[in-house]
């Protein structure tokens, strides 16, 4: 079975603390992705990685960044944070592939971050 | 622009019966893959289902089905029997795969009440 792991279940930061969230996955795959999720707005992504050291912004990047040295470990910070990037973060991996199923996105079980 | 569109926020069934979550989606791709995913209240994300652009037949997997309609460009679950545990968010997905398949969105998903 594929397993994502996210570090952190629940955290409460305070605003303008560097935030560190991380993640990862025991399935060689080699995307990696960071959601976000947030009631009546579903899924939205973040930023994610296709190789190591490598990053693409999705669709909302602004006051994100990410760190990917190892294959397996995707990490998101959040340089400086803020009440509106309270919300539940979802790590995702998959394989480099176009082939049927194989397609499939595995998560993590999420993370719920507070920013007081 | 790709879009997925799930316009039922709420679902109530009765225990035992079928029931059905609209999706439908946008893109000018041709060659594209279409997901079911379960979030229960835990909040982890559990892949259901998946259908090929090209997929000639319906993709069933136990209790669920997806009515793939690819001219009207939906792409509905069918869950039968409906049971207890099956009360949770569901997220219709899609992924492009002539790009190689990096970025998968999501829509704001329908929350499904089953009623004993």
């Known amino acids: 079975d594929v397993k994502v792991t996210q570090s952190s279940r629940y955290l409460v930061k305070r605003t303008g603390e560097k935030v560190f969230l991380e993640c990862v996955q025991d399935?060689?795959?080699?995307?990696m992705f960071w959601y976000r999720q947030d009631p009546g707005l579903g899924l939205r992504l973040i930023y994610f990685s296709y190789d190591v050291k490598m990053k693409e912004k999705g669709d909302i990047p602004e006051g994100y960044s990410v760190s990917r040295e190892k294959k397996e470990r995707f990490s998101l910070i959040l340089e400086s944070a803020s009440t509106n990037q309270t919300s539940m973060y979802l790590c995702?991996?998959?394989?480099?592939?176009?082939?049927?199923?194989?397609?499939?996105?595995?998560f993590g079980e999420g993370s719920w971050l507070t920013v007081v | 622009a790709q879009k997925i569109t799930q316009t039922q926020p709420g679902m109530f069934v009765q225990e035992k019966e079928a029931v059905t979550l609209d999706c439908t989606y946008d893109?000018?791709?041709?060659?594209?893959?279409l997901f079911w995913y379960k979030q229960p209240s835990s909040g982890e994300m559990i892949f259901l289902i998946y259908q090929g652009s090209y997929d000639e037949q319906n993709a069933t997997e136990g209790r669920y089905s997806l009515n793939f309609q690819k001219a009207r460009k939906s792409a509905n679950l069918v869950i039968s029997a409906s049971q207890l545990g099956d009360s949770a968010m569901y997220f219709c997905a899609m992924r492009d795969l002539n790009t190689g398949g990096f970025k998968t969105i999501f829509g704001a998903g329908t929350r499904l009440f089953v009623k004993a």
């Open positions: 399935m060689d795959h080699e995307n």
């Open positions: 893109t000018s791709d041709q060659s594209y893959g």
């Open positions: 995702a991996s998959s394989l480099l592939t176009t082939g049927g199923a194989g397609n499939t996105i595995y």
